[in-house]
Antibody, heavy 114, light 107 residues
Framework: QVQLQQPGAELVKPGAPVKLSCKASGYTFTSYWMNWVKQRPGRGLEWIGRIDPSDSETHYNQKFKGKATLTVDESSSTAYMQLSSLTSEDSAVYYC???????WGQGTLVTVSA | DIKMTQSPSSMYASLGERVTITCKASQDINSYLSWFQQKPGKSPKTLIYRANRLVDGVPSRFSGSGSGQDYSLTISSLEYEDMGIYYCLQYDEFPRTFGGGTKLEIK
C-alpha cells in the first residue's frame, strides 16, 4: 500500500539547519508532485512548496523562500526538505503529501531548542 | 495570495445532525478545492477533491458542493467518529492556501 515515511522527531539547536526526509513507497514516485506542509502546535496548515520528482521543478510559497529547500533522490524514492537558520518559529510538525494531497506522511515534529 | 475564510471556526453538533462547514475564497478558484479531516496527533485525511468528488473509502454521508468563491462540506448525519478539525484547501493558484479550520465537537 502507499506509504510516505517520515522520521517522528528532530531536535535542533537555534541557528542550525535540519534536513527532513519523506520516503515514498507503493506508487511510482515520479508520477506525482510532493508537497510539504507546516503545522505549528494548535495552529492550522501552511503550504511550504512542492517539487516534481521527475525533474526537480519546484514551486515555493514566497513566505518560505530562503527558509526551505526542496530536493529529491529518485533512486531511493525520497523527498527532502532542508530548513535553514532555525528559530523557535520553525518548531512545528512538517508533513509531506503527494498525489494532490491524497497521500500524507505521518509528519516530523521539529523542536528548536538549545 | 488567495485567502480562504472558513466558518464556523468551531461548533458543537448532536449525533445524527446534519452539519455544514463553509469556505469562501477571496477570488474564483474554479472548483479546485479539497476538504480534509484531521484528528488529534494524526495527519490530515482527504475527504473531497475538486469541490465535490468523494475520495474512495470515505463514507457517503460526506459531500462537497460549491463553485466560484463559495464552497461547503456537508455531513448528512453526524457520527461520533466525525469529531475532528476540518480544513479546506484551494489549489487553483500558488501559493496553495488552507482555510483556518473548523473544530467539530459532539454535543
Amino acid at each position: 500500500q502507499v506509504q510516505l515515511q517520515q522520521p517522528g522527531a528532530e531536535l535542533v539547536k537555534p541557528g542550525a539547519p535540519v534536513k527532513l526526509s519523506c520516503k515514498a513507497s507503493g506508487y511510482t514516485f515520479t508520477s506525482y508532485w510532493m508537497n510539504w506542509v507546516k503545522q505549528r502546535p494548535g495552529r492550522g496548515l501552511e503550504w511550504i512548496g512542492r517539487i516534481d520528482p521527475s525533474d526537480s521543478e519546484t514551486h515555493y510559497n514566497q513566505k518560505f523562500k530562503g527558509k526551505a529547500t526542496l530536493t529529491v533522490d529518485e533512486s531511493s524514492s525520497t523527498a527532502y526538505m532542508q530548513l535553514s537558520s532555525l528559530t523557535s518559529e520553525d518548531s512545528a510538525v512538517y508533513y509531506c503529501a503527494s498525489r494532490y494531497f491524497a497521500y500524507w506522511g505521518q509528519g516530523t515534529l521539529v523542536t528548536v531548542s538549545a | 495570495d488567495i485567502k480562504m475564510t472558513q466558518s464556523p471556526s468551531s461548533m458543537y453538533a448532536s449525533l445524527g445532525e446534519r452539519v455544514t462547514i463553509t469556505c469562501k475564497a477571496s477570488q474564483d478558484i474554479n472548483s479546485y478545492l479539497s476538504w480534509f479531516q484531521q484528528k488529534p496527533g494524526k495527519s490530515p485525511k482527504t475527504l473531497i477533491y475538486r469541490a465535490n468528488r468523494l475520495v474512495d473509502g470515505v463514507p457517503s454521508r460526506f459531500s462537497g458542493s460549491g463553485s466560484g468563491q463559495d464552497y461547503s462540506l456537508t455531513i448528512s448525519s453526524l457520527e461520533y467518529e466525525d469529531m475532528g478539525i476540518y480544513y479546506c484547501l484551494q489549489y487553483d493558484e500558488f501559493p496553495r492556501t488552507f482555510g483556518g479550520g473548523t473544530k467539530l465537537e459532539i454535543k
